[in-house]
Structures are given as C-alpha cells and as structure tokens.
C-alpha cells in the first residue's frame, strides 16, 4: 500500500510540474499581407506563401519579430510561448517570423505546418539579416507603431508569461 501511494504521489509531482502544454494546432503557412508597412530603404525579404515579400525596415507595429531556424533548439522551445501569446493577443500585437540559414522553403513550410506555427514567416534566403540581427538566434525584435525597434531580445523567451511582459512593457500591449 505505501508503495502505490509512493507511486501515485511521484506520479501526480511529476504531472504537476509539466512543462507548458502544446496548443494542438495544425501550422499553417500563413500570407504576409497582414503584415503592416512603411516606407523601406532595403530589399524585401521572401514570404513563405509565395507572396509578395516585406523588407524588415517597412515593417510597423505593434509588432514582434522573431528571427530562428527549423535547425535551432532554443527556437524549437520557445514555439510554443509565440503560439500561447498569440492565441491571446492576436489582435493587438502581430507575430512576424524570420527563417534563417535554411535549405530552401519547402523544409521551412513543413516545419512550420508540424510545429504549429500560425503566423506569416520571412524567409531569409541569402542571409542578409545578418547584418541587422546578429548572428545567433533566436533573436527578437519589439517594432512600435512607428517602425522603431523598442526592445531586443537576444536568447529564447522561457515562459509565456515572460513574452507577455515584455510586450505589455515595450509596445503597451493590455
């Protein structure tokens, strides 16, 4: 008898402590025309959906740009605090991807569709973000209204919790 409760206890400690539940949602390759822009001193980089492509200094917020790579770790566990934070704040704040060091698009477009994101991805096919982002990743950019990087984020974000203060911090987001 001690040893089943000594069983169920451990069990239900463990279950407790589990990590952030996935959203179970089909990713979708989502079109970049939701994107909000400006004026642009660059070259656009590509959509994912094959539509016309958006350069990083058109883009206006509020607005979170996260740069990553299907072959990044960090990235990997942060997916689920993008998707958490814009199930719940999709219309305040948009989520804008940046693939990079990738083969080509059609491995981006089957990461995104099995990994459940659902927001529009920039795909950055000859590294020229390197430049404005750095070189690792993940990297996360806060773009006000006006198009002004507010807040970088350099590293994943842990938690939820932590992607939401930060954008209730920097770009006001209630």
């Given at each position: 008898?001690?040893k089943?409760?000594?069983?169920?206890s451990?069990?239900?400690?463990?279950?407790?402590?589990s990590?952030?539940?996935?959203?179970?949602?089909?990713?979708?390759?989502v079109?970049c025309?939701?994107?909000k822009?400006?004026?642009?001193t660059?070259?656009?980089?590509?959509?994912?959906?094959?539509?016309?492509?958006?350069?990083?200094?058109?883009i206006?917020?509020?607005?979170?740009?996260?740069?990553w790579?299907t072959?990044?770790?960090?990235?990997?566990?942060?997916?689920?605090?993008?998707?958490?934070?814009?199930a719940?704040?999709?219309?305040?704040?948009?989520?804008?991807?940046?693939?990079?060091?990738?083969?080509?698009?059609?491995?981006?477009k089957?990461f995104?569709?099995?990994?459940?994101?659902?927001?529009?991805?920039?795909?950055?096919?000859?590294?020229?973000?390197?430049?404005?982002?750095?070189?690792?990743?993940?990297?996360?950019?806060?773009?006000?209204?006006?198009?002004?990087?507010?807040?970088?984020?350099?590293?994943?974000?842990?938690s939820?919790?932590?992607?939401?203060?930060?954008?209730?911090?920097?770009?006001?987001i209630?």
């Amino acid at each position: 008898m001690k040893k089943l409760l000594a069983v169920l206890s451990s069990i239900l400690l463990l279950s407790g402590c589990s990590a952030l539940e996935p959203i179970q949602v089909k990713g979708e390759v989502v079109s970049c025309s939701s994107i909000k822009t400006g004026e642009s001193t660059s070259l656009p980089l590509e959509c994912l959906d094959g539509g016309p492509g958006v350069a990083v200094d058109a883009i206006r917020g509020p607005a979170i740009v996260n740069v990553w790579g299907t072959w990044c770790y960090p990235c990997r566990e942060e997916l689920p605090h993008f998707a958490h934070f814009l199930a719940k704040y999709h219309e305040k704040v948009a989520v804008i991807g940046i693939a990079v060091e990738e083969k080509n698009t059609s491995s981006v477009k089957k990461f995104v569709e099995s990994h459940g994101m659902s927001w529009p991805i920039l795909y950055d096919a000859n590294g020229t973000t390197k430049e404005k982002f750095g070189m690792g990743v993940p990297v996360t950019w806060f773009i006000d209204q006006d198009g002004k990087v507010v807040h970088k984020q350099f590293g994943p974000f842990k938690s939820t919790e932590e992607l939401e203060i930060a954008a209730i911090k920097y770009l006001g987001i209630k």
